[in-house]
């Protein structure tokens, strides 16, 4: 009996012409998805809201890996409206995006602030 070939990723160029983006990518962990879709074949898409940042490591990391792989493009992902804009953008340059890390988290007035069971939380019993 043939077995079906895993779909798991098996070589660096296993992203080539993959197009994935990167919320929170200006951040240290985003930096680090960036540099893996890069150093495996692919076009990392840096997406977040502090435009001065985005463009910093986009241009760090372009230096350092040796690549024009590596793109910025502003969103707010507190918006519909600025998701939209994103998605329309990189759609119209590169007809599709092959994948999304969901690296960033909204600031608001809770962040940092360390998480406590409520009292009225729900118990989970067996």
Same mark, same amino acid.
Do not use: Q, W
């Given at each position: @009996?043939?077995?079906?070939?895993?779909?798991? @990723? =098996?070589?660096?160029?296993?992203?080539?012409?993959? $197009?994935?983006?990167?919320?929170?990518?200006?951040?240290?962990?985003?930096?680090?998805?960036? =540099?893996?879709?890069?150093?495996?074949?692919?076009?990392? $898409?840096?997406?977040?809201?502090?435009?001065?940042?985005?463009?910093?490591?986009?241009?760090?990391?372009?230096?350092?890996?040796?690549?024009? =792989?590596?793109?910025?493009?502003?969103?707010?992902?507190?918006?519909?409206?600025?998701?939209?804009?994103?998605?329309?953008?990189?759609?119209? =340059?590169?007809?599709? $995006?092959?994948?999304?890390?969901?690296?960033?988290?909204?600031?608001?007035?809770?962040?940092?602030?360390?998480?406590t069971?409520?009292?009225?939380?729900?118990?989970?019993s067996?």
């Amino acid at each position: @009996m043939k077995t079906e070939k895993s779909k798991l @990723m =098996k070589s660096p160029s296993d992203l080539e012409n993959k $197009i994935i983006v990167i919320t929170g990518g200006a951040g240290l962990i985003g930096r680090g998805f960036v =540099k893996a879709v890069v150093e495996n074949g692919g076009t990392a $898409i840096i997406a977040d809201i502090d435009e001065l940042s985005g463009r910093t490591v986009k241009e760090e990391l372009s230096k350092e890996l040796r690549t024009d =792989k590596i793109e910025f493009i502003r969103v707010d992902i507190t918006s519909k409206e600025s998701i939209k804009r994103m998605t329309d953008a990189i759609v119209n =340059k590169h007809n599709v $995006i092959d994948a999304l890390v969901n690296n960033a988290y909204p600031r608001n007035k809770s962040y940092g602030n360390k998480l406590t069971p409520s009292l009225s939380s729900p118990t989970v019993s067996s």
